[in-house]
């Protein structure tokens, strides 16, 4: 069901709703958490970013909060707590959005990866610039931009960069 799944990514014309919803039904039937926590993370992407229903993916993430923090691997929940940050901050909830960045960052760092740390942080500092504090964002934004660059991220270098000039 994998790759059925990869096959029809976010393409509604073949029931892609559907498919992942069962993909993470039959996950869980295996016990797999870490699978169902992918899943449902690309669920609550899709949800939330491709058809632009912020509130449906954070509904989504709500009923599986609680089942991802028994995941083995770090890297789906660190996925599922930025879009959880992302649709906070869409709905304009500045609070909520702060701390799930904060909770992608924590389990970035316990999956070693180094991008989801700097994504996190970069986002972190889009809060923080909306709320006022300009000195925490800005440090925010360079730490991230650093790393981007040294890693050859250019896309999120130059949204860095972009960043900082509005904040």
């Known amino acids: 069901m994998d790759s059925l799944t990869l096959m029809i990514e976010f393409n ?11 993909n993470i039904k039959y996950a869980l039937e295996l016990d797999s958490v870490s699978a169902a926590t992918r ?32 995941a083995r691997n770090n890297r789906p929940i660190t996925n599922l707590y930025l ?23 924590d389990y970035a760092i316990k999956a070693d990866d180094e991008n989801r740390i700097r994504v996190s942080t970069l986002r972190m500092s889009y809060v923080y610039g909306e709320q006022g504090e300009f000195a925490e964002g800005s440090q925010s934004i360079q730490e991230a931009s650093r ?10 270098w130059v949204n860095a960069k972009n960043s900082l000039s509005i904040l």
């Open 12 to 22: 509604e014309e073949f029931g892609y709703d559907s498919v992942i919803r069962e």
């Open 39 to 70: 899943h449902t993370a690309d669920l609550i992407y899709y949800k939330g970013n491709v058809l632009g229903k912020p509130d449906e993916g954070l509904e989504l993430f709500k009923e599986f909060e609680n089942k991802a923090k028994t």
């Open 83 to 105: 879009y959880a940050g992302d649709y906070y901050y869409a709905l304009r909830n500045m609070d909520n959005a702060l701390g799930y960045y904060k909770m992608a960052r």
């Open 147 to 156: 790393v981007f660059r040294a890693v050859g991220d250019t896309i999120n």
